[in-house]
């Protein structure tokens, strides 16, 4: 048989958490046609020797929605062994959405995911109106890696309501037109339909997002249109229920009834707070109650601490503070000068110590004043981390000296990490280990200046697997490849089997890490954006042509738009 790459003597963990063998993968025609010795010959053969070939990796919580028309291979997230994305989540898609209204949905998109509206303005060739026409324009788009998309709510009801969509109820008329475009959007082969509820995702001015003003029976009835399809999953950014029993217990009752009831699958991302640390296990047992209800529900976690990048080239927590915006106006090389000067740095550190910590209430993502036991120096990639807390007790300094030094040392271009929840790696491993868990939750492709967390697959890959052993590679493989793939309903994707599709990561397992990451002005009109790339990884192939190659693009686009069981037939 003539393939078009045979993948050589790799280590095949092959996604389902068999264990490992060595043997020859065969790639014609964009699907594995053998796994085995291969004694045939092919047009590409990579010597795997020494790395696992593993499924191509993915990440099911993105907002990839706009980016996808400027970026097609999926950075940051193609890095790190990344093949499939999932895209639309927490409401926000661009779709159903005519050009003429483009600035409300954008609206949406701006504050609560951090994605410049000039970028989008610059980047994007709107050429759709409902979702199918969205559908249609990614599908046309030349892209790197596979993309399915949710439809969200927050477009949805801003296509239906317009303006309204933002401050009223939707009447009876309103919701039967969002339940045809949810119908019309999953017969396109959307992968569900997503809201938000939580204060997190605000407008520019301070206004809730469009979904948030949705009352609870609308989301029943335009989640009821996916169960009576059999087809589309259901994510919510959900309540911020706060810590009453009641008020908790109330939600949680109607998230499970909503599953039962409408038989749509259920899914939700959730953190472990460091103010409630059992607080998350509500949504675990939400999850098996579900399930023992007849529902179905499963739950995203972020297998790493979540946290704010910060530096000088981005976001500070001490951005707003009279002293420091002044001179966080100027040019990079005046901002150094000006922290060199003795009189300057006096007062710029007393304008921290004067302010009070944790008081000001930052919204998503956005830096805030906190403590600075919570601010690690990003001098690694890998846990443990030294804090600024103890750098400065160690070095007899303010903590604020600590950031000022340790940037000047690398001419402002040194990274902080403020974490913001996820903090017990311990309680982060528990999360990973239950059986409804998805190691997800990465929002790649949002908070483009403020968070990083698309490298979670390669920091799986060393720090839980290499470093701390608590995950075999066979387990870790398994949770970033077959369980996304089988509860999003990616068919032929997640395992490495004769006949399924040809997206595989191959990567040396003693080797695998995520680089620091690094600011750069590369998004469409030049808005900054946070990069980190992964080192370890040999190559990704994507429908059986290679897409990167020790971390470089090889210019191939074989990415695919991945509908839904339904548009597929
Ligand atoms: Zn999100």
Same mark, same amino acid.
């Given at each position: ?26 790639? $014609?025609?964009?699907?594995? &046609? @053998? ?7 092919? +047009? *590409? /053969?990579? =010597? %795997? ?115 309204? $969509?933002?401050?009223?109820? &939707? @009447? ?7 339940? +045809? *475009? /949810?119908? =019309? %959007? ?384």
């Amino acid at each position: 048989m003539q393939y078009d790459l045979i993948i050589r003597n790799g280590l095949i963990v092959d996604g389902s958490g068999m264990a490992r063998y060595r043997a020859d993968v065969g790639i $014609a025609a964009g699907r594995i &046609a @053998t796994i085995g010795k291969i004694h045939d010959s092919a +047009r *590409e /053969v990579i =010597d %795997a020797d020494g790395h696992v070939v593993s499924p191509g990796l993915i990440d099911a919580h993105t907002h990839m929605d706009a980016q996808v028309f400027w970026d097609p291979i999926g950075t940051c997230s193609c890095w790190h062994g990344v093949t499939s994305v999932v895209m639309g989540n927490c409401g926000f898609s661009l779709a159903p959405c005519a050009e003429k209204d483009k600035l409300l949905v954008m609206r949406n998109l701006e504050r609560a995911e951090d994605i410049a509206p000039e970028a989008m303005e610059a980047g994007i060739k709107w050429s759709w109106e409902t979702f199918a026409q969205y559908l249609d324009a990614v599908d046309r788009t030349p892209k790197g890696i596979n993309y399915a998309a949710y439809m969200g709510h927050s477009a949805l009801r801003t296509y239906v309501m317009g303006e309204r $969509a933002f401050t009223d109820e &939707a @009447t009876p008329d309103d919701l039967t037109a969002m339940k +045809r *475009e /949810v119908r =019309d %959007a999953i017969l396109a082969g959307a992968i569900g339909f997503t809201t938000s509820r939580t204060r997190n995702h605000q407008t520019p001015d301070g206004q809730p997002v469009a979904s948030r003003l949705a009352n609870w029976e609308e989301i029943r009835q335009l989640v009821g249109v996916m169960g009576e399809l059999n087809a589309g999953v259901f994510e919510i950014a959900g309540e911020d229920t706060g810590l009453n029993p009641e008020r908790i217990r109330e939600y949680l009752d109607r998230l499970k009834a909503l599953a039962v009831d409408t038989g749509a699958p259920v899914t939700f991302g959730i953190f472990a707070n460091r103010k409630a640390p059992d607080y998350w296990r509500h949504y675990f047992k939400l999850a098996d109650e579900t399930a023992a209800a007849g529902g179905r529900m499963f739950v995203q976690m972020l297998a790493k601490t979540a946290g704010i990048v910060l530096s000088f080239e981005s976001h500070l927590p001490f951005d707003r503070l009279p002293v420091w915006r002044d001179i966080r106006k100027l040019p990079l090389a005046e901002q150094e000068a000006a922290l060199r000067n003795p009189e300057m740095r006096r007062k710029l550190v007393a304008a921290v110590n004067a302010e009070p910590r944790e008081q000001t209430r930052a919204v998503g993502a956005e830096a805030r004043m906190m403590g600075f036991k919570h601010v690690y120096l990003m001098d690694r990639t890998l846990p443990p981390f030294r804090t600024i807390d103890e750098l400065a007790r160690e070095q007899g300094k303010e903590p604020v000296e600590v950031i000022i030094d340790t940037a000047l040392a690398k001419h402002l271009k040194q990274f902080y990490f403020q974490t913001i929840a996820n903090d017990d790696l311990d309680t982060v491993l528990e999360m990973m280990r239950h059986p409804r868990a998805v190691p997800t939750f990465t929002d790649s492709g949002a908070h483009v200046s403020q968070l990083m967390d698309a490298s979670m697959q390669s920091f799986v890959l060393s720090y839980w697997v290499r470093e701390r052993k608590a995950l075999t590679l066979e387990e870790a493989i398994r949770m970033l490849t077959f369980v996304p793939a089988s509860h999003w309903g990616l068919t032929g994707r997640g395992l490495l089997r004769e006949g399924w599709a040809a997206d595989v990561a191959i990567f040396n397992p003693d080797t695998i890490i995520p680089q620091l990451p690094e600011l750069a002005h590369d998004l469409p009109a030049g808005a900054p954006r946070l990069k980190q790339k992964s080192s370890g990884i040999l190559a990704t192939v994507v429908n059986g042509q290679v897409l990167m190659r020790n971390g470089e693009h090889t210019g191939a686009l074989p990415g695919r738009l991945l509908r839904n069981r339904l548009a597929k037939g």
